[in-house]
């Protein structure tokens, strides 16, 4: 019953930012555990960052953590996905992802843990 509704995406020259957005709308939190996901072509569904809504514990993969943040806006029941300094790489489709149930945020690694998906949007960094 958690419709996520992601938008941002588009065309970036390498080293510039984006910042993608999930909302949730007429929820008063999107869930207990908000998680970005990627997807390459040709590449499975990996782990990008998520973040506790309660508590604001974050967690990111390797690749990203330093040059991407994830953040929350409570009034708006909104997530941010702010990435900088973006490389070829990074080019993918984002999704972001909601679980309801109790977690540790850093487990919160697997497609397989969460219970809602939005649609995706696509980034493609390239000059």
């Known amino acids: 019953q958690v419709q996520l509704l992601e938008s941002g995406g588009g065309l970036v020259q390498p080293g510039g930012p984006l910042r993608l957005s999930c909302a949730a709308p007429?929820?008063?939190?999107?869930?207990?555990?908000m998680g970005w996901f990627r997807q390459a072509p040709g590449k499975g569904r990996v782990f990008v960052s998520v973040?506790?809504?309660?508590?604001?514990?974050?967690y990111y993969a390797d690749s990203v953590n330093g040059r991407f943040t994830v953040s929350r806006d409570n009034a708006k029941s909104t997530v941010y996905l702010q990435m900088n300094n973006l490389k070829p790489e990074d080019t993918a489709v984002y999704y972001c992802?909601?679980?309801?149930?109790?977690?540790?945020?850093?487990?919160?690694?697997?497609?397989?843990?969460?219970?809602?998906w939005g649609q995706g949007t696509q980034v493609t960094v390239s000059s």
């Open positions: 007429g929820r008063a939190f999107p869930g207990s555990a």
């Open positions: 973040i506790d809504w309660n508590n604001d514990k974050t």
């Open positions: 992802a909601a679980r309801d149930g109790h977690c540790r945020i850093a487990g919160m690694t697997w497609t397989s843990e969460y219970d809602y």
